[in-house]
């Protein structure tokens, strides 16, 4: 294989930094793949025989070869997340921070799309914590949305808003992750298009907004809280230096990860404050580039300004009908959106109703769906939520060509005398809605959910 071309300065620039090895790193760069990673879903269980486990997260896997994702039913149904190795790391720091609190906690990822590391988090969380995930830019929330319907936990809230909007509820969060847009260089194996994009200078404007957006966020960060901080790229200026500003400036206080040293990772410490970080490399460890790290908030945030906002009054008599079709209905606070009924976890109810009043909610809980009379038309979202009672819904499981063409929004070949709405299953995971016609179905996937490529010949 070629040797790749990396930009100018690239090599130099790192040549002080702790871990890098020249001769190793273009090796690798040059003679390997990078590995086939997914993380499977906790609550929707599937196997991946023979797969060797990711050392750092449990339900990580590294697969033998990459199949094709899109036409697997499995990925669509929120089985698993394809997610780069690495990254994962992010589950090993939760897990380790999380017995710190006796309560509940609230949870933001600020950069979140596409949701990698958002679907982690729910997946650490227990349902009374609760997870924010926030995404900047209006084009990428939908993936976000998406992914975590997918993945359908009830205790996730989507946002679309700026860092600094955040300061609008001080000390709300009690972990802040900042996995913050960076250089990129951590992605050259995997996508060397992304090393036209990189110079020295483009280093020096990530680190000002790393910055920049920490600031902004800070406030809403309670006293004692973490933030975990992370990027894919291997340059000081957006990792050591970084963590040694946030104590300089915040009084952060570092937090030491422990890691098993037949991993790989590199452990560093910043120049001034000693912050400890965590490096990966791919010719280290089996996964791509990057940096994380756990620092530890010291300073008072302020109190959330006490005015509230009250849900709209709901007459109990029409919630009732829809108690059925929820696992532990009790559990749960419902609301309506125009004519649409979504729940939350009854103890976010509060919580639920500070961020309503401060940020751009884009995705709460799970949408129910419509009543129609005493009939109730299902949304998607309930269809792939963990707190469906199937029970209540007729079910269709689908051969692998059924479940694709209904995945595809085509006409699913398939005989049955039932009429009404069914679940529609593929290996006992739900996938969607269909409405179940004497000669037809109808098929009620999403639109904009639905797979565009061509079907690839099937056994
Ligand atoms: C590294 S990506 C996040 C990947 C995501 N955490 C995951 O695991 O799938 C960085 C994200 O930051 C967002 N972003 C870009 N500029 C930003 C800004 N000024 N403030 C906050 N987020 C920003 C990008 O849109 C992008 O979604």
């Not at 086939?36 to 896997?61: D, H, L, M, Y």
């Not at 995404?135 to 929330?141: F, G």
């Not at 919630?319 to 009854?346: G, S, T």
Request: glycine share 6%; hydrophobic share 35%; charged share 25%.
């Amino acid at each position: 294989m070629e040797q790749p071309q990396f930009p100018p300065h690239f090599l130099e620039s790192l040549d002080q930094t702790p871990g890098f090895d020249h001769t190793d790193f273009i090796q690798v760069h040059q003679s390997s793949i990078p590995p086939t990673t997914i993380r499977i879903n906790p609550n929707k269980k599937v196997s991946f025989s023979g797969a060797q486990q990711v050392p750092w997260c449990n339900e990580g896997f590294y697969l033998n070869e990459r199949p094709s994702f899109t036409f697997d039913p499995l990925f669509h149904a929120g089985c698993y997340y394809v997610q780069e190795a690495s990254s994962m790391f992010i589950d090993h720091i939760i897990k380790y921070i999380k017995p710190n609190f006796d309560d509940s906690i609230k949870v933001l990822d600020l950069c979140a799309a596409p949701g990698g590391k958002s679907t982690l988090l729910a997946s650490a969380l227990a349902e009374g914590d609760l997870l924010v995930a926030n995404e900047i830019i209006k084009t990428r929330v939908p993936v976000l949305s998406d992914n975590l319907l997918k993945w359908g936990n009830a205790n996730t809230v989507v946002t679309n808003n700026d860092a600094k909007d955040f300061a609008r509820v001080p000390g709300f969060f009690d972990v802040i992750l900042v996995d913050a847009p960076c250089s990129g260089s951590g992605m050259f194996r995997k996508d060397p298009d992304a090393m036209n994009e990189w110079s020295e200078a483009n280093v020096n404007l990530c680190h000002q907004r790393q910055e920049r957006i920490l600031a902004d966020v800070y406030p809403a960060l309670k006293e004692d809280g973490y933030l975990i901080y992370s990027t894919c790229s291997y340059s000081m200026e957006e990792n050591e230096q970084v963590l040694d500003w946030l104590c300089e400036i915040f009084g952060f206080e570092t937090v030491q990860i422990p890691v098993d040293k037949t991993w790989g990772i590199v452990e560093t410490q910043s120049e001034q404050h000693k912050a400890w970080g965590y490096r990966f490399y791919p010719d280290k460890v089996q996964g791509e580039g990057l940096f994380a790290a756990c620092l530890i908030k010291r300073e008072d945030s302020g109190n959330l300004p006490s005015y509230k906002r009250k849900f709209e009054k709901i007459n109990t008599k029409e919630i009732e009908p829809l108690r059925k079709y929820i696992i532990n209905a009790n559990d749960y606070h419902y609301f309506k959106v125009n004519d649409d009924w979504l729940v939350i976890p009854e103890v976010h109810k509060d919580s639920m109703l500070t961020l309503q009043q401060y940020l751009y909610i884009k995705k709460s809980g799970v949408r129910i769906g419509k009543m129609a009379g005493k009939e109730l038309i299902p949304d998607h979202e309930l269809a792939l939520s963990l707190i469906i009672n199937q029970q209540e819904f007729l079910t269709t499981e689908l051969s692998r060509e059924q479940a694709i063409s209904y995945l595809r929004r085509d006409n699913v070949d398939l005989q049955t005398n039932y009429k009404g709405w069914s679940l529609m299953t593929y290996e006992h995971h739900p996938l969607g809605w269909a409405k179940l016609l004497p000669n037809r179905i109808n098929n009620y996937y999403p639109k904009e959910m639905r797979i565009l490529a061509a079907p690839p010949n099937l056994p």
